[in-house]
């Protein structure tokens, strides 16, 4: 099994930053990509950025330029750093890790963290 711990949310006013981290452990070989995702009141999960493990990165349109995804390997942890955010950046925010369980495994799990809370007031 895998577990993934998110921290670093909380209340900012708009303009301002945060910074998530999400660690994995567990039953690890590899993590072919990390990602996170946020969800707001009423609305449906959003994909907002991911980075493979060769360090290639994809952000929403709504985040580019204000966001920055990074992955320490070693560690197994992702980390969103978030500039200039707004007030609809507010949502509960999800890590995701694609795992490949076992050497003597070929495919991969995807493993969700519990969400961690980022509210932007006005």
């Known amino acids: 099994q895998v577990q993934l711990v998110e921290s670093g949310g909380g209340l900012v006013q708009a303009g301002g930053s945060l910074r998530l981290s999400c660690a994995a452990s567990?039953?690890?070989?590899?993590?072919?990509?990390m990602g996170w995702y946020r969800q707001a009141p009423g609305k449906q999960r959003e994909l907002v950025a991911t980075?493979?493990?060769?360090?290639?990165?994809y952000y929403a349109d709504s985040v580019q330029g204000r966001f920055t995804i990074a992955r320490d390997n070693a560690k197994n942890t992702v980390y969103l750093q978030m500039y200039s955010l707004k007030p609809e950046d507010t949502a509960v925010y999800y890590c995701?890790?694609?795992?490949?369980?076992?050497?003597?495994?070929?495919?991969?799990?995807?493993?969700w963290g519990q969400g961690t809370q980022v509210t932007v007031s006005s």
């Open positions: 980075v493979t493990n060769g360090n290639n990165t």
């Open positions: 995701r890790a694609r795992v490949r369980p076992d050497a003597l495994l070929t495919w991969e799990y995807d493993y």
């Open positions: 567990g039953s690890i070989f590899s993590i072919s990509s």
